[in-house]
């Protein structure tokens, strides 16, 4: 089949390779020329495990390819993805200006029958406009199809390539049928296919990411309250997670979540749920509940070593939101490196990944080790901020030979905390004693 991806972003340039794997001659578009001159050269502009793999052996294999012609790409395509972003807007809905503009585009080009996907995760009832948007460019016949993505940043090939199921939202067979054909190499093992309205598909992201998001803070929540009663939010959640009502995914304590989606979806449904009159309070405290995590290190810092950080220095172990990437788009550890410089801190960070991208939001106001050993170097503290492997069994006495002073403050809950206090470390952690 002839694909076009509208958008070379962490969703476009995943779903582009991932469909261009299974045979299918798959066109990326995007306006950013810089991008696409990188992509063509063998360059990825995205760190996500896998993907540069896929991407080289598909351009290789001819398969694959990238533009800036969207015109050209939509005449020679059958099915075209619109996977470009939907950022926050300053009321805190959707913003749909680029997936408007891009299906305005779309209709102005086709030239037969074409299926229009939005892969852009777009509150209920964004098909209809993008429907009326492409109907006034075009006499042409087409479909929109609503087929919100379900990829882990980490992990979003496997997620692609092997999906726990595939929603398609369709108001016509025709544009049902092409859509089960494209995704039916995906879900040979039995993963289903669900065919819905459009509306009910487009609400599905948002009610899969606030579900995730709200078992995140009611964790950190509890984690919270076993420190004012001394007990250990670890054993809490190993005997709720033997509920089989529960489970164990996503009751981790730690320092909130960040990323491109749960904390904008969550915004998004608070707004659009407001707009028709309802009030979603639940999600409202999910979110401020997760904004006072961000920075609730700051207090045990506070506490330990007090407000003012003059002439201290604080080591940072991870600045991206979650380890196998290196997007710090809402990442807890933007609040509390702001939060140690306010205090007069040095911070001296360490990130495996993000590094590049902390010195786009930083710039020179703070240092960037090489690694995590050299962070901690004449430290006065050590923040463990995000779960990277290679955080999880450190060299201990390394890190406490190299530290002014043995703190350690986990926001992660990494380390065993009677093996750590042991070996000589003032050590504290998320709602354990």
Not at 13 to 28: D, H, K, P, S, Y
């Amino acid at each position: 089949m002839r694909i076009a991806v509208v958008g070379t972003g962490y969703v476009g340039l995943v779903v582009g390779a991932c469909f261009a794997e299974t045979g299918n001659e798959v066109i990326c578009v995007d306006r950013d020329a810089n991008k696409v001159r990188k992509l063509n050269r063998g360059g990825i502009p995205i760190y996500e495990p896998g993907l540069e793999e896929l991407v080289r052996r598909n351009r290789h294999e001819r398969r694959l390819m990238f533009t800036t012609n969207l015109p050209d790409s939509v005449r020679r395509s059958q099915v075209v993805f619109i996977a470009v972003g939907t950022p926050t807007g300053e009321d805190g809905s959707a913003d749909l200006k680029y997936v408007l503009g891009v299906a305005r585009e779309i209709g102005r080009a086709m030239s037969g029958y074409t299926v229009v996907v939005d892969k852009s995760t777009v509150p209920a009832g964004t098909s209809e406009l993008v429907s009326a948007v492409i109907r006034r460019e075009t006499k042409h016949p087409f479909s929109v199809v609503s087929n919100p993505e379900f990829l882990k940043q980490g992990a979003a090939v496997e997620d692609f390539l092997k999906p726990d199921r595939v929603v398609i939202g369709a108001n016509d067979e025709r544009a049902a049928n092409i859509m089960r054909d494209l995704y039916r190499p995906f879900t040979r093992t039995g993963a289903p296919i669900m065919v819905m309205d459009c509306a009910s598909a487009e609400l599905c992201k948002y009610a899969a990411n606030a579900m995730l998001a709200t078992r995140i803070s009611f964790m950190n929540e509890i984690a919270n309250v076993c420190e004012l009663f001394g007990a250990d939010a670890d054993k809490v959640r190993q005997a709720i997670g033997a509920d089989r009502r529960i489970g164990t995914a996503f009751l981790f304590p730690g320092i909130g979540y960040g990323g491109s989606c749960f904390p904008k979806d969550v915004q998004a449904i608070i707004k659009f749920s407001a707009d028709r009159k309802y009030r979603f309070r639940v999600l409202e405290g999910v979110q401020a509940v997760n904004a006072a995590q961000k920075v609730r290190l700051l207090g045990k810092l506070d506490k330990a070593l007090g407000k003012n950080l003059r002439g201290k220095t604080i080591a940072v172990w991870g600045l991206a939101f979650k380890p196998r990437t290196d997007d710090m788009r809402e990442a807890p550890s933007v609040p509390l490196i702001q939060g140690l410089l306010e205090r007069g801190a040095k911070v001296r960070a360490y990130d495996p990944e993000a590094r590049n991208v902390a010195k786009g939001i930083f710039k020179k106001k703070i240092s960037y080790a090489r690694s995590a050993y050299d962070a901690v170097r004449d430290a006065d503290a050590l923040l463990v901020v995000t779960e990277w492997n290679e955080f999880r069994e450190p060299d201990f006495k390394r890190v406490k030979r190299l530290m002014k002073t043995p703190v350690i403050f986990d926001g992660r809950n990494l380390y065993d905390p009677k093996q750590v206090r042991a070996l000589g470390f003032k050590y504290s952690s998320m709602g354990r004693p």
